[in-house]
């Protein structure tokens, strides 16, 4: 499993609060990934980094932040959730650069109501 | 920008027969990965097999072998002598091989819902 984890593994909240999921990882890999989940559209990148305080957006960025203050942690933080951010959310990581492959945390199913 | 199409919403097979998932996909570059993803119903993301698109052999490990068909941008998956732990959602993905710029980025299709019959 790469040694990934994500917290919480289940989250339900209220339209218009914060929310953040965290990713950690324990082989200080430097790429990782945080994707979402959505029937009918498979698996979309939201943001990633490629080191610490290195990020970029994904294709789904709009209403999401990421920060990354040190290696093993990748935080991804709803700043006022919306029905729409309902979803699964998965953190990756990525071995190395060249061939190497990516490897998904066992994802966090977040519920807005 | 790449896209990634399964157009096979649901698939069914026999245990023990064989199936293929389809996926196509939509790209300018010429070096690029394209990926077989597993997601069983416990949610976890398992690399099924993967393709580099300079090969032309197509790759296979154990039960499971892809047709790559560069030139039609095709990457069907085969599943050989289905069991019932193959049962699962299977997204096929592509990442370019552009190097420090790409990033490892991975563009999924919708996927496709395997049935495995007894």
């Known amino acids: 499993d790469a040694g990934i984890t994500q917290s919480p593994r289940h989250k339900v909240t209220e339209t218009g609060t914060p929310v953040t999921l965290r990713c950690h990882q324990t082989?200080?890999?430097?790429?990782m990934y945080w994707y979402r989940q959505d029937p009918g559209h498979g698996l979309r990148l939201i943001h990633y980094?490629?080191?610490?305080?290195?990020?970029d957006k994904g294709e789904v960025s709009d209403g999401y932040s990421v920060s990354r203050s040190k290696t093993e942690d990748f935080l991804l933080t709803l700043e006022s959730a919306t029905s729409s951010q309902t979803s699964v959310y998965f953190c990756?990581?990525?071995?190395?650069?060249?061939?190497?492959?990516?490897?998904f945390g066992p994802g966090t199913r977040l519920t807005v109501t | 920008a790449q896209t990634v199409t399964q157009s096979q919403p649901e698939m069914s097979v026999q245990e023990a027969e064989t199936v293929t998932l389809s996926c196509t996909y939509d790209?300018?570059?010429?070096?690029?990965?394209l990926f077989w993803y597993k997601q069983p119903p416990s949610r976890q993301m398992i690399l099924v097999i993967r393709q580099e698109a300079y090969k032309q052999q197509n790759a296979t490990e154990n039960r499971f072998s892809v047709n790559f068909q560069k030139a039609a941008k095709s990457f069907s998956l085969k599943i050989s002598d289905s069991q019932l732990g193959d049962a699962a959602m299977y997204f096929c993905a592509y990442r370019s091989d552009g190097g420090g710029t790409s990033y490892g980025k991975l563009t999924f299709g919708q996927g496709t819902i395997l049935t495995v019959h007894p």
């Open positions: 990756a990581i990525r071995t190395g650069t060249g061939d190497s492959e990516q490897y």
């Open positions: 980094s490629y080191g610490v305080k290195d990020t």
């Open positions: 790209t300018s570059e010429s070096d690029y990965y």
């Open positions: 082989e200080n890999h430097r790429y």
